[in-house]
T-cell receptor, first 113, second 109 residues
C-alpha cells in the first residue's frame, strides 16, 4: 500500500511569508508526528496527533507554528511570518498507534530567503 | 527530558568489515528505534525493540535496558550500507521520538 506522502517536496519562500506543509499518513494510522531536521542534525520532535487532536505540541518552537488534523487523516503544518531560521526539512511520520513503529514521509525541504 | 547519545559520529570502514554503532539514553524508555537515512532520502525504520535482540538480514540490533544502551551491528558491510544511522527513543516522558545526532557511515569498496 501507499506510504506516507508529503507535499510539496520543496518550498522556497521569502522571509515573512506564510507556508503550509501537507502530510498524508498511511491509511488507518491514528498517530501522526511532525519533526524538523536542520542541516547536519538529527530530527527534532514538533507535534504529535492522536486522531484529530494534538496530544502533544510541546516541540513547536513558538506561536508562529501551528498544525491541524481536522478529520484524523491528513495533517497540515502551518508557519506564519517565516524566518530564515525556519529553513529545514520538515518530516512527517505515522504509526498504527502511539508507541508503534513509525513510518516516515520523504520530507518537505523549506528554504526561507 | 531524555538525552540520546550516539557514537561514533562518523565511521569509515572497508567493505566486509563488521560495523558497530552505539547508542545510550538517559531515562527509561518504552522502545528504542534504529533508523536509516540515505543522502537526500527519507528515513527508513530498521528496528524497533524494547528488549533483547533483533536480526534482519545482515543487521542486528541489541538493547540492554539496565545499562540504557543499544547497539546496531552490520555484518559483511557493503558500500550500499553507506548512510546515516539514527538511534531514537520513545517514552521517557515524550510522545514523539527523541533522536540521537546520527552516525555517518561510509563503506569503501
Amino acid at each position: 500500500g501507499a506510504g506516507v506522502s508529503q507535499t510539496p517536496s520543496n518550498k522556497v519562500t521569502e522571509k515573512g511569508k506564510y507556508v503550509e506543509l501537507r502530510c498524508d499518513p498511511i491509511s488507518g494510522h491514528t498517530a501522526l508526528y511532525w519533526y524538523r531536521q536542520s542541516l547536519g542534525q538529527g530530527p527534532e520532535f514538533l507535534i504529535y496527533f492522536q486522531g484529530t487532536g494534538a496530544a502533544d505540541d510541546s516541540g513547536l518552537p513558538n506561536d508562529r507554528f501551528f498544525a491541524v488534523r481536522p478529520e484524523g487523516s491528513v495533517s497540515t503544518l502551518k508557519i506564519q511570518r517565516t524566518e530564515r531560521g525556519d529553513s529545514a526539512v520538515y518530516l512527517c511520520a505515522s504509526s498504527a498507534d502511539r508507541n508503534n513503529e513509525q513510518f516516515f514521509g520523504p520530507g518537505t525541504r523549506l528554504t526561507v530567503l | 527530558k531524555n538525552e540520546v547519545e550516539q557514537s561514533p559520529q562518523n565511521l569509515t570502514a572497508q567493505e566486509g568489515e563488521f560495523i558497530t554503532i552505539n547508542c545510550s539514553y538517559s531515562v527509561g524508555i518504552s522502545a528504542l528505534h534504529w533508523l536509516q537515512q540515505h543522502p537526500g532520502g527519507g528515513i527508513v525504520s530498521l528496528f524497533m525493540l524494547s528488549s533483547g535482540k533483533k536480526k534482519h538480514g545482515r543487521l542486528i540490533a541489541t538493547i540492554n535496558i539496565q545499562e540504557k544502551h543499544s547497539s546496531l551491528h552490520i555484518t559483511a558491510s557493503h558500500p550500499r550500507d553507506s548512510a546515516v544511522y539514527i538511534c531514537a527513543a520513545t517514552g521517557g516522558g515524550a510522545d514523539g521520538l527523541t533522536f540521537g545526532k546520527g552516525t555517518h557511515l561510509i563503506i569503501q569498496p
